[in-house]
């Protein structure tokens, strides 16, 4: 399982992050909610180790191993992956190439093929994001994380620069990757291969758009760095479309504590 301890997180000498705790369970899927700037993106930086992001106090572990101080590539090597939002452009390395560096085995990757499942297969000899747009990058993306193929995956707003035209197969996609949707004609063994490993997901939404298509056990919010509200995530995307964000951490966290308004 993933869990984090009374995590906290500065940047550049801020403290942006505070108390975090958190546990997802293997087969379960989160949601984190919050208004920009609350440190949701921060938070999923930092669990995936980028050195900016300085843990000053508590933990992080996965799969039993205390990875707070390990380097990117490790966990990337122990099945942690990442979407960004905004990741970046990089000239000269072709998308064909950082989908076998992704795969840790790309001679034995038929690229063509897992390509054709985000209708990509035309872009693969690009520079990596270059000139894309927003739902091109976002189905790059996910075709790097179907190379990697993680056991934790974490999504930084896909619903992010994707015209509804693609969201569907942007939220089936991830659902495939978190192992809830089995594609059709899968070998019966795969599939039970599927079940049994029951991957774990954290995904950062503004719109709850990506709900259609995943199923999540559990959503929070994220609010000036503080993490609460365990609740179910239509109930408080609800929430915060009738009364705002500080006001349904307010609610909620009274309701929890049993003072509900």
Known sequence: M????????????????????MEIKPG???????????????????IMGFP?????????????????????????RMGIGMSFQRPPTIRGLKIRQMIKL???????????????????????DRDVNDGLSGGEIKRCELLQLMAQNPDLLLFDEPES?????NMELVGKTIAQLLGQEIEPGTDKSIRQQKRERR???????????ILEYVTASKGQVLYDG??????????????????????CVRCMIGNNSGNAH
């Open 102 to 124: 992704c795969s840790g085995n790309g001679e034995d990757l038929d690229v063509e093929a897992l390509a054709r499942k985000v209708n990509f297969q035309d872009f693969l």
């Open 199 to 209: 991957k774990m997901g954290l995904i950062i939404t503004h719109t709850g758009h």
């Open 161 to 165: 620069g994707v015209d509804l035209e």
């Open 2 to 21: 993933f869990v984090i301890e009374d995590l906290q997180v500065e940047l550049a000498g801020k403290l942006i992050l505070k108390h975090i705790d």
């Open 226 to 247: 503080v993490l609460s509200c365990v609740e179910n995530p239509r109930e408080i995307l609800k929430c915060i479309a009738q009364v705002g964000y500080e006001e």
């Open 28 to 46: 379960e899927t989160h949601v984190l909610f919050g208004p920009n700037g609350s440190g949701k993106t921060s938070l999923l930086m930092t």
């Open 52 to 76: 900016q992001y300085k843990v000053v106090a508590g933990k992080i572990y996965f799969k039993g191993i205390d990875i707070t101080n390990l380097p990117i590539h490790e966990r990337a």
